[in-house]
């Protein structure tokens, strides 16, 4: 069974920085996808940021793209989401996703079947 934890969020002031992870049981090997995802009150998700776990190829959104970095580290099964100059417009409930069957790498394209339960980030100005 796939499960996947965050941990990390917080409350921080605008400019500030946080680092979240998203801990990954039950994928076979490394070759699965994680995406990091993000919902804000009143707003539709999107995707932030996405990364092939076994050749890290990654994608950023153009909103986070210079302030966010995504990695892995495969021999803990653990991906983070590192994010510096944070804004307001970043507070949001962050999730990690993954998918280990089909997906676009350099894209967030992919069925992501499996879902943590979520992280609130929350930027005050």
């Known amino acids: 069974e796939v499960q996947l934890v965050e941990s990390g969020g917080g409350l921080v002031q605008a400019g500030g920085s946080l680092r979240l992870s998203c801990a990954a049981s039950?994928?076979?090997?490394?070759?699965?996808?994680i995406g990091w995802f993000r919902q804000a009150p009143g707003k539709e998700r999107e995707a932030v940021s996405c990364i092939s776990v076994s050749d890290g190829i990654t994608y950023y959104a153009d909103s986070v793209k210079g302030r966010f970095t995504i990695s892995a580290d495969n021999a803990k099964n653990t991906v983070w989401l590192e994010m510096n100059s944070l804004k307001p417009e970043d507070t949001a409930v962050y999730y990690c996703?993954?998918?280990?069957?089909?997906?676009?790498?350099?894209?967030?394209?992919?069925?992501?079947?499996?879902w943590g339960q979520g992280t609130q980030v929350t930027v005050s100005s």
């Open positions: 039950g994928f076979i090997g490394d070759d699965y996808a």
């Open positions: 996703a993954g998918d280990m069957y089909n997906w676009d790498r350099g894209t967030c394209n992919a069925r992501y079947d499996y």
